[in-house]
């Protein structure tokens, strides 16, 4: 019973070029929470989704950053134009449902931009 | 908005002995959750403790217990008989039902032999 797969581990992109991080929930989950850790500092909400909906991203940069979880497939968090800020830890999360009691995250997409 | 409050950037303790890590959050809601999460350096989140705030009893797993001030809002962990695989960054983290986690800055333990 897999939990929460993140991919890649490791992502290595040069200014101006697009980072694509993808999350595949727990098998089940329909519920997906993308978090941006920077370092030495805590985890910071980005967006929450439904299938095919985005319920909340009040914490996404109003450019350059777009996120999406389609009826089939992982869910993307997509970065156009990477800027040096953008390196950071970026985590999907998953839950069951709304209430999330059952809230289980991957290990994390660590984007280093060059 | 909610904010959560760590302010113990770094902790140490020997091993086998015991640790408290100190929480403080700000919220106008009645119900919501509280949790500790361990950070090790495989950067995997990984939950240690969860509290309902509707309940009164401190939630305890094995060696790890909260000690939840609901008044004061205050949402303490406390580690007993240290472990060397408990060294890790701890954060500590705030939701409502359905919202999102908001954390602390978090607090990096150091477990010396």
């Known amino acids: 019973n897999a939990g929460v797969m993140q991919n890649p581990r490791h992502l290595v992109r040069r200014r101006g070029q697009e980072a694509r991080l993808r999350c595949s929930p727990v098998k089940g989950h329909s519920h997906v929470y993308w978090y941006r850790q920077l370092p030495e500092e805590g985890l910071k909400f980005m967006v929450y989704?439904?299938?095919?909906?985005?319920?909340?991203e009040s914490g996404m940069p109003k450019e350059r950053f777009s996120a999406e979880f389609p009826k089939e497939g992982p869910s993307i968090l997509r970065i156009q134009q990477v800027v040096r800020g953008d390196s950071a830890a970026y985590f999907c999360?998953?839950?069951?449902?709304?209430?999330?009691?059952?809230?289980?995250f991957g290990s994390g997409t660590r984007l280093t931009v060059v | 908005a909610q904010t959560v409050t760590q302010s113990q950037p770094e902790m140490s303790v020997q091993e086998a002995e015991t640790v408290t890590l100190s929480c403080t959050y700000d919220t106008s809601e009645s119900d919501y959750y509280l949790f500790w999460y361990k950070q090790p350096p495989s950067r995997q989140m990984i939950l240690v403790i969860r509290?309902?705030?509707?309940?009164?009893q401190n939630a305890t797993e094995n060696r790890f217990s909260v000690n939840f001030q609901k008044a004061a809002k205050s949402f303490s962990l406390k580690i007993s008989d240290s472990q060397l695989g408990d060294a890790a960054m701890y954060f500590c983290a705030y939701r409502t039902s359905g919202s999102r986690l908001t954390f602390g800055e978090g607090t990096q333990l150091t477990v010396n032999p």
């Open positions: 989704l439904q299938k095919e909906n985005i319920i909340d």
């Open positions: 509290q309902e705030a509707y309940k009164q």
């Open positions: 999360a998953s839950s069951l449902d709304r209430v999330g009691v059952g809230y289980t």
